[in-house]
Every structure is written in structure tokens, then in C-alpha cells.
């Protein structure tokens, strides 16, 4: 510190000594960074900027360390258990010869998140990507990315369309199978009603074949769109029922029966539709994200898998999340103690979990 070597610098930090009196040293303020304290602006911004400063702030309280292992323990079965589906759901289309099997698993690039932001991520991910480079490149393609829950995958992907994209000159689309799904099972359920039948029926080869050829993937206005059409929809667009219709309880609730049986004929429109995208439209860039099995069958040399050399902070990182929620929930419009907000709903989370 200048300004206190300046004082004395001979003796350095002893001190100064005068004819009639010792003067001690200045004390060192302690220095606040906007990541040590967790405050009403910070909560508000609902981000990483939020969960770093809860980490941050509950690093060495046992409480939090608890509610980080029991979180990191549930992620890991949540994906074993949804790896475990899909592939049987892959197996299960190559047995109906929806999908043909794979010669080799392709290669996923491993690029590791520990300690980088989402902007060094996506750099990295762009600076080693083939035929995709930055905004004035103009290259198109498709970039996937793999990885397990907590690390980053939905950050990445948000990232990197606004890197990619830039001032707009070039198209970014980001492709998601939910609505797929959705889709599906929308017209799985309405058939059961038009047929009084059960859910079962809906689910057979030949019955999901013809579900699958009510879907088609267009350009309109512009923009690219899945259109239902059959079982009294009429052209439907999905970007327009995807807030409405394909979230009502009728669809909600049988999403995770229709998945099952459907994962290879979605795996397959998905794989079609983004070949067709980049096909005809020069220079645009689709960005895919999900577990391997289902994006294996998209056709593409940028395959990437996030991973964390230390998975703790996956944990971590969902700890904080879920108290950034519950505290958020708790805060009114004034100024309120959301240190004293956030120990409550921890000490509420751990009682809940129990021993673990």
C-alpha cells in the first residue's frame, strides 16, 4: 500500500516515532468486493453474478456444504437414470428400423468450464470449430454440445448465439427437440380422444408413423417452423402454441410416456430438419445441445462435451440456484436483510433433506 509506506519508508509498517508518542501503524481496511456480500441488486440480477456471490458468501458454512453434496449426488442419478432411457429409447427406434445403429460413436471435443466464464467458453468453442468461425467468417454449420447437468450447456448455447450472430448479419438458430415432443404428444392424446382409446394404442409403430407424417418443418416469412397438420389442425404453427396449447395439462402430463416410445422418430425429424436448415439457407449456424445418444445421429464435425475437472461445483452451483430462487421468492419491493433472508431458506433446505 503506497499510502502507508509513504509514512515511514525507512522502518516500513513499525511505525513512527516521535519525540513524545509511538504512532502505530495504520490498519488495513478490509476490502469488499461486490462478490463477498450478497445484496438486493445482486439477487435481482438472476444470474451467474448471483450464484457466484451465494457461493461465495456460504463457501465455508457447513449448512451450504451439505445442501452442495446432497445436490450434486441427486444430479448424478437424475443423469444416470435419464442416460439409461435414452439409449434404451435408441435401441428401441433401431429395433422398429426408425434408426439405422451407428457404425461409431463420434468424436465430442472435450473442453473443460473450470474457472472460465461463459465468454471464454464459447471463444474457445469457436476458435476450434471447422467452417464456423466468428461473425465475419460467414461460415455456416452446425455446432452440438454435450455435457451433464451443471455444466453450463444452456449458458454456452445463449453465449454463443449472441457471439455468432453478432450485429445480426448471420442467422443463429438454436434447435431443441421439447417441442417435438410436445407436438407428438399433442397429437397422440387428441387421437385417443377422437378414438376413445388409451394412451397404449396411440403409442404403436404404425400409429406413431403416422403421427410423425402430420409433422413437416418449413420456411415462412423468413423463419424456419414445425406446422402440424391432421386430427383437425389445420397448418398449426408450434412457435405460436408453444406457450399455449403444447403446455396445457393434456399434454404436460403425458410428455414422459410419449418420450419414451418416441425418442428415435423425434432423434430422426430432428436430424432431417436441421440438415435441411443449413442446407438451404447459406451461412446459418444451428446450435444443438442434449445428451449424446440423441444428437449422435445430426451430421456435423463441431461436436463438443463441457466438463468440470472438479464435478463439486456442479452441486455448488445448484445449491446456490436453488436458494437464489427461494430468497427471490421472499423479497418484497423494499430494502430488505437478504443475507438474514438467505441463511432461513437454508437452514429450511438442509432440514428438509435430512441426513443424507
Known sequence: ??????????????????????????????????????????????????????STHLSQNPHFLKLSQHELKLTQQRDDE????????????????????????PHYEPVYVDGKTPCDVAKEIIGKCRGVGDEGSGGGGVIVLCGLSGTGKGTTVSQLKSDLSGSGERGVVCWSNGNIFRSVTLLS????EKE???????????????????????????KWDTIISGLGFDNERVSLIQNTLLKSPQVSKNIPTVAKETQGEVV??????????????????????????????????????????????IGTR??????????TKKVGDGAEDVEALLMEELEMMVNEIGED
Request: proline letters at 5%; a positive charge; hydrophobic letters at 40%.
Open 1 to 54: 500500500n503506497k499510502n502507508i509506506q509513504s509514512l515511514n519508508p525507512t522502518k516500513g509498517f513499525k511505525g513512527l516515532k516521535t519525540k513524545n508518542q509511538h504512532i502505530p501503524p495504520p490498519k488495513l481496511k478490509r476490502q469488499v468486493t461486490t462478490m463477498s456480500k450478497l445484496s438486493l441488486p445482486i439477487l435481482r440480477l438472476q444470474n451467474s453474478t448471483t450464484t457466484n456471490a451465494i
Open 82 to 105: 435419464d442416460g439409461q432411457k435414452l439409449i434404451q429409447g435408441i435401441e428401441l427406434a433401431i429395433s422398429k428400423n426408425v434408426l439405422l445403429r451407428l457404425p461409431a460413436t
Open 189 to 192: 392424446t387428441t387421437w385417443c
Open 196 to 222: 376413445g382409446k388409451p394412451l397404449e394404442d396411440a403409442l404403436s409403430p404404425g400409429q406413431l408413423s403416422s403421427f410423425m407424417d402430420m409433422l413437416s418443418f418449413v420456411r415462412i416469412g423468413g
Open 268 to 313: 430422426k425429424f430432428a436430424a432431417d430438419a436441421i440438415g435441411k436448415m443449413t442446407a438451404e439457407e447459406e451461412g446459418l449456424v444451428v446450435l444443438l445441445e442434449g445428451r449424446s445418444p440423441t444428437v449422435d445421429y445430426v451430421v456435423t464435425d463441431n461436436r463438443f462435451e463441457l466438463r468440470l475437472k472438479d464435478e463439486s461445483v
Open 318 to 327: 445448484r445449491a446456490a440456484q436453488r436458494l437464489m430462487g427461494g430468497v
